[in-house]
């Protein structure tokens, strides 16, 4: 393992994995740019850590101001080894009954703010050839399907698609790329973060049902932000580092058992998939249909 010390530029750092990983960081004798929309919010970490600590201010759907924080960050600690996409946040509603504004206006939170930090950080990796981008996307953006959470979830699976393309770019700039993909964690997510919409009856088997399993789960999620933060700050001082990390014990499983649904299916269609091209025997018999 490479024990460098190393300097992060990390978003939402007010509460939740934002703050854990933030003092990981500090912890581990690394510098942070720690940005927030209140960055005052970020004083007792100052006070705790002096000036490896930069509070930035900045809300990530600003594309203006994702630049002077980057700007700013740059200035003072000279490069950016670990950036991190983490501001994000969830509301409920069933599809049918969602306001158009607010599945677009968590979209400019949880994608566009990716979207536009990113962009605003391409030119100083590319500069220093190096370093780490690390999108906090969700279980919910590898697996989905979680009903309620469709902006949320269309927003992570949009995060994934747009790494994989910011990989294929800039890897020649020897920029690396990691996805992160929890399970549920004890921060504010669930909490005062997420607006609950009314859950009209006939949605109460779906979205109800997902909106009481999220937040009344009795002691609270099942993941520790601190122990999530720890890993990560180790695993961005590795020279391997994944291209997806599922991180918590369902996280795990899910995203495995995900990969196994997929390529069972992908299987079972495999021939009717390439009897669509020219070149390929064509009509082939298609697997047995489900009885009525
Ligand atoms: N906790 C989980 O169970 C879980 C699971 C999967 C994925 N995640 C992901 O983990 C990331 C962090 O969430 P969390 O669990 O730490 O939730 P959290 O405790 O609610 O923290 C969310 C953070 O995002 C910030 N934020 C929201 N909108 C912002 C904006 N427009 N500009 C800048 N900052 C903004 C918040 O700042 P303010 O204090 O100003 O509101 C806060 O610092 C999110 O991307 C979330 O989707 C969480």
């Known amino acids: 393992m490479d024990t460098t010390e190393q300097t992060w530029f990390i978003t939402g750092t007010s509460r939740g994995f934002g703050r854990t990983l933030t003092r990981a960081a500090l912890r581990a004798g690394d510098?942070?740019?720690a940005t927030a929309r209140r960055p005052e919010q970020l004083a007792d970490l100052v006070e705790e850590f002096g000036d490896r600590i930069l509070p930035l201010a900045l809300d990530v759907t600003d594309p203006a101001a994702a630049r002077a924080a980057l700007d700013g960050a740059h200035a003072r600690f000279g490069r950016i080894d670990v950036?991190?996409?983490n501001a994000g946040y969830a509301n409920v509603s069933p599809i049918?009954?969602?306001e158009d504004?607010?599945?677009?206006t968590q979209f400019e939170t949880n994608f566009w703010g990716v979207y536009h930090v990113t962009k605003a950080a391409i030119p100083l990796l590319r500069a220093q050839q190096g370093g780490l981008v690390m999108q906090f996307s969700s279980v919910g953006g590898r697996v989905g399907g979680s009903p309620g959470l469709a902006s949320y979830q269309a927003a992570k699976f949009a995060i994934d698609g747009f790494s994989r393309v910011l990989r294929a770019e800039t890897a020649p700039f020897g920029v690396k790329v990691l996805v992160v993909e929890p399970s549920g964690f004890r921060t504010d997510w669930a909490g005062s973060s997420m607006t609950v919409h009314d859950v009209?009856?006939?949605y109460a088997g779906t979205v109800g049902a997902m909106n009481t399993r999220m937040r009344q789960s009795g002691a609270g999620a099942a993941g520790d932000p601190v122990r999530a933060a720890e890993i990560l700050v180790r695993v961005a001082k590795r020279r391997d580092v994944p291209e997806h990390l599922p991180i918590g014990a369902y996280a795990a499983e899910a995203s495995i058992a995900q990969g196994r649904r997929l390529l069972a299916e992908d299987t079972r269609w495999r021939e009717v998939?390439?009897?669509a091209d020219f070149a390929e025997a064509y009509p082939v018999p298609f697997p047995?249909?489900?009885a009525s």
Request: proline share 5%; charged share 25%.
């Open 31 to 33: 510098r942070v740019a």
């Open 288 to 290: 047995a249909d489900a």
């Open 273 to 275: 998939a390439r009897s």
């Open 101 to 104: 504004a607010d599945f677009r």
């Open 96 to 98: 049918e009954t969602t």
């Open 200 to 202: 009209p009856a006939a």
């Open 83 to 85: 950036l991190v996409n």
